[in-house]
């Protein structure tokens, strides 16, 4: 009974040890990791150095480049953005960072949207959405001299374009020290004026937003022009009530170079000083 015990108790367990198999299975998929790594190198290397896959720069500096297409540009010239891509030219489109490249692109004052596409085997092809300029501005530069500028509808400053003629009005105003809100706001209330007035935008040559409870226009009357307090609302009926009874307030007010509009049953001489005094307040 002794013997036939132990010989029971030196029975393995049915099913036998499952390590080996756990090894056995663990080093398969070492070994196809390896196998893939390995694999996915020789790939990379392969998308990095054949010389398919390279995208060509201009051959002369008057011929664009077949490997890359910009379209939806005017204001931003291509030479601008050719240098973001500067780097990606003579090597792999694999190894263009395309993510980079689009906010590369977006630090160019023109381009409102932009993006960047890899198209195999060699080629980059960039689609952008350009901003739209609304206006005129002068602003301080840092010498203290004022520099000419463009300003879009979202009241981001813009590089004034080379060889483009523009009919915008001036606005007056927007200051490069403002922060990014309020010029917004200030063009925000130029568009509400300029959609308001309409046709009657042909005759103003500029628009002051310094004071957004006041917003003043020039405008040519017979020759001369006028400056027009029209207040922060109501802007067509109170122009449209001057060009109605401008023969008459000539009459009263001959020597008037700044009219304030916001009253409605009057309109009144205002001294060029006393206007001056209200903008700094």
């Not at 390896?34 to 392969?46: D, H, M, P, R, S």
């Not at 896959?53 to 490997?67: K, L, Q, T, Y």
């Not at 952008?128 to 602003?139: C, G, M, N, W």
Request: with cysteine; hydrophobic share 45%.
């Amino acid at each position: 009974m002794a013997r036939r015990a132990a010989a029971e108790t030196a029975k393995p367990a049915p099913g036998g040890s499952k390590a080996p198999r756990v090894m056995f299975w663990g080093v398969v998929g070492l070994l196809g990791a390896t196998v893939l790594v390995v694999a996915a190198i020789k790939v990379e290397q392969f998308l990095i150095s054949d010389p398919r896959f390279i995208v060509a720069g201009r051959s002369e500096p008057d011929r664009h480049s077949p490997d890359f297409q910009v379209t939806g540009h005017y204001y931003a010239t291509e030479e601008q953005i050719e240098a973001v891509f500067a780097r990606d030219f003579g090597r792999s489109v694999y190894l263009c960072p395309i993510s980079l490249r689009r906010q590369q692109l977006l630090a160019i004052d023109w381009i409102e949207e932009a993006t960047v596409s890899r198209l195999w085997p060699n080629r980059i092809a960039v689609a952008v959405r350009e901003r739209k300029p609304v206006a005129f501005v002068q602003v301080e530069g840092r010498d203290g001299a004022m520099v000419p500028m463009l300003v879009d509808g979202g009241g981001v400053l813009l590089s004034p374009p080379r060889a483009v003629r523009l009919k915008l009005p001036v606005l007056a105003g927007v200051r490069i020290a403002d922060t990014p809100e309020m010029r917004k706001q200030r063009v925000k209330r130029f568009l509400t004026l300029q959609q308001e007035l309409g046709g009657l935008m042909g005759k103003i040559s500029e628009v002051d937003v310094s004071d957004l409870d006041n917003i003043k226009v020039t405008q040519q009357f017979e020759g001369r022009a006028l400056t027009l307090m029209l207040g922060s609302q109501k802007f067509e009926p109170r122009v449209r009530n001057l060009l109605n009874n401008y023969g008459e307030i000539r009459k009263r007010l001959p020597n008037a170079t700044v009219l304030d509009l916001r009253l409605p049953d009057r309109v009144i001489a205002v001294s060029e000083r006393a206007a001056a005094d209200e903008v700094r307040r």
